[in-house]
């Protein structure tokens, strides 16, 4: 058997919450043991608030367990949030000095990798501007760069990998299985299943600071599901993490315009989705986003994006309206984040469950409808014999 | 490229090596001087004056005290003319209080990148220090030229201002570490600060000489005003560039064993609540 990479030993870890320092003791970890072999990826997945960060920060150092021991064979490079140290007034070169170091590169390394990294991150013709003048895009997707340039022995990512476009998640994935390739052990957290699934070798399963299951990432992630519906919601535990990110998700609900009543919607037909949140104190720009899940759960079928949205405390709605919905019939599951516009940084997820019945409309067999006119061209007559278009149709 | 095996255990004072935690910080010898330059980059890069403002406040400050001593027709420099003679203590005096004030809140001051990213995190007050001791340095070069304007040379006493400076930066990198790492519990250390300092400032032989101190208090009330390190550092500090003397080696000594105390102590605490400063910062 391959050494271990990361032994987790008995760990717990406890904070003290509250306005007054010190009032109310609260476990994020208790008891857990993981182990990691090398050249193995580890993926953790579970509810907000339990545990998973805390986890994280105490396998990259960020802070020391309260009970038990970790120990670590390896470099270890841990990612946590893209632009960790970025300063606003440095050019991007300069802050690929800063950021690196920081991350625990030498400066001979880091200019040595310079040129891969910029071009990496596609910001070439704007190295030596101040990076307050970037988009939030370049910004991120430099942050991004210089970590997937560390040559790790360990490496830890925390969500970070849902960043930029897809052309640049796909470079990011590739850059990650060439990482894999060369023999880095990985430790993945991510609400992404899918790509939990697709990454790791194993995937661990907390609940409420515990283990609830290890195993095969497809079991593990069965297992998540099943838990998920069998107590959708239940009340009460996203606080810790709401008290830190300022906004949670309190519940997504969908509804057929055209049926109120109904608590389903019909293929083709129009569909909205409200998604109401509570905020705590105001917050900078946030984009909400909201996904499609097929019914197993884990295939991400779409993804909607709001853009810039200033929200309102104590809380407010945000409504996605759908003229048409191109699902075929079934059922499928919903999900929405809330993400920081600048660093893409996810501040809340939507845990419960959502479930989205699609009956039959104007698609009734296939993988979904294509809105769509049609018209009967004859050889002689011209085009006027049967013309129409399916939205002037009822639908069966 | 070697493993290095990482352990991380529950917190305890026992478990903290100071030469394990510098050999720890040896391989951030980069880190540590990136963020230098930028400490020392940012904080002129959207002034118009620059780099002069380092030697602007200890140089206010010896305008202001040597009009008000002219107004009360006093003047404690003796043979030296008593600009110099301030100045000539202004200088280290402003890189201890300015490198204090902000390595001291260098923990609070950085708080986000503290719960992101894991590096030794002694980095942020040093760099600070660095920041200061170049200030110093500047300091010194107007210190040179207002000799040169009082025509007043440096004798061979003045190599005594090289333990001087580094037993004070020594003693400062202490007081700053302890500090820091008191104030991410108690935020009262910065609101503290200022009159700490308008305190310390006038507790220390700096617009006065510490001979006037020896000739006006009893032996007791001497030796407890000498605890104090700045008596001795400061001292010496003027006596070997400004006064051609030899440092008064009591209140010298007194000062070095303090500071060789208090760097090991202020540094182990420090790192013991590096452990959780994510937690509480």
Redesign the interface.
């Known amino acids: 058997m391959s050494p271990l990479d990361i032994s987790v030993q008995h760990v717990g870890k406890q904070?003290r919450i509250g306005a007054a320092?010190g009032k109310t003791p609260f476990w994020a970890l208790r008891d857990v043991n993981i182990d990691v072999a090398r050249g193995t990826s580890l993926g953790i997945i579970g509810r907000n608030g339990a545990g998973k960060s805390t986890l994280f920060?105490?396998l990259?150092?960020?802070?020391?367990?309260?009970?038990?021991?970790?120990?670590?064979?390896?470099?270890?490079a841990?990612l946590?949030?893209v632009g960790?140290?970025f300063?606003p007034?440095?050019t991007g070169r300069?802050n690929v000095?800063?950021s690196g170091?920081?991350?625990?590169?030498?400066?001979r390394e880091i200019a040595s990798k310079l040129n891969r990294i910029v071009e990496f991150a596609g910001v070439e013709g704007f190295i030596d501007t101040p990076v307050k003048w970037y988009s939030s895009g370049m910004y991120v997707r430099l942050g991004f760069a210089i970590a997937a340039h560390l040559?790790p022995?360990i490496l830890l990512v925390d969500e970070v990998l849902a960043v930029g476009d897809a052309e640049f998640q796909g470079r990011c994935l590739q850059r990650i299985h060439e990482l894999k390739a060369q023999g880095t052990t990985n430790l993945f957290i991510s609400h992404d299943l899918t790509a939990i699934e697709r990454l790791c070798d194993s995937a661990v399963l907390l609940e409420r600071g515990e283990i609830g299951a290890t195993g095969a990432p497809a079991d593990v992630v069965a297992t998540y599901h099943r838990r998920i519906i069998a107590h959708a919601n239940a009340p009460g535990e996203p606080v810790a993490a709401a008290l830190k990110s300022g906004i949670t998700v309190t519940n997504l609900a969908t509804q057929d315009p055209a049926a109120p009543d109904s608590v389903s919607c019909r293929s083709g037909g129009a569909l909205a989705v409200s998604l109401k949140y509570e905020a705590t104190r105001p917050l900078p720009p946030v984009e909400f986003e909201l996904r499609f899940y097929a019914v197993d759960g884990t295939t991400r079928i779409a993804t909607l994006r709001t853009g810039e949205v200033h929200v309102d405390v104590p809380g407010g709605t945000i409504e996605f309206t759908i003229a048409s919905l191109p699902l075929s019939p079934g059922a499928y599951f919903l999900g929405a984040i809330v993400r920081d516009l600048a660093s893409a940084k996810a501040l809340a997820w939507w845990d419960g469950e959502t479930r989205l019945h699609v009956q039959e409309g104007r698609a009734r067999t296939g993988e979904y409808h294509i809105p769509h006119t049609w018209r009967h061209v004859q050889a002689d007559a011209g085009e006027r014999t049967a013309a129409g278009s399916v939205r002037s149709k009822p639908a069966g | 490229m070697s493993r290095p095996t990482v352990v991380y255990e529950p917190p305890a004072l026992r478990h903290i090596h100071p030469i394990a935690a510098l050999r720890g910080l040896r391989q951030f010898l980069d880190l540590f001087v990136t963020l230098s330059l930028h400490r020392i980059n940012v904080r002129y890069k959207q002034s118009r004056l620059g780099l002069l403002w380092a030697v602007l406040q200890p140089l206010a400050m010896m305008v202001v005290f040597t009009l008000m001593f002219t107004l009360v027709r006093a003047n404690p420099g003796g043979p030296v003319p008593f600009p110099l003679f301030a100045y000539a203590a202004l200088v280290p005096w402003t890189m201890f209080s300015s490198g204090l004030t902000s390595a001291s809140s260098a923990l609070t001051s950085h708080a986000s990148l503290l719960t992101k990213v894991a590096f030794p995190r002694e980095i942020l007050p040093l760099t600070y220090i660095v920041a200061a001791v170049v200030d110093f340095l500047l300091g010194t070069l107007v210190l040179g030229a207002l000799m040169l304007w009082f025509d007043v040379s440096p004798g061979w006493p003045a190599f005594w201002a090289v333990p001087a400076i580094i037993i004070l930066i020594a003693f400062l990198i202490g007081v700053a570490f302890l500090l820091a790492a008191v104030q991410v519990r108690y935020r009262d250390v910065g609101l503290a600060m200022p009159v700490l300092l308008q305190v310390w400032l006038f507790a220390s032989p700096v617009l006065y000489s510490l001979d006037a101190v020896k000739a006006t208090l009893s032996r007791p009330l001497y030796f407890i005003y000498t605890i104090n390190p700045l008596a001795g550092i400061v001292e010496t500090f003027r006596r070997a560039l400004v006064l051609h003397q030899a440092p008064d080696y009591g209140s010298l000594v007194t000062a070095a064993i303090i500071a060789g105390l208090l760097l090991p102590i202020a540094y182990v605490y420090f790192k013991y609540v590096e452990l959780t400063v994510a937690d509480t910062v």
């Open positions: 904070y320092r920060k105490l990259a150092g960020i802070t020391a367990p309260t009970t038990g021991r970790i120990v670590l064979h390896g470099r270890v841990a946590i949030e960790s140290g300063h007034e440095l300069e000095f800063l170091s920081l991350l625990g590169m030498k400066r040559e022995h």
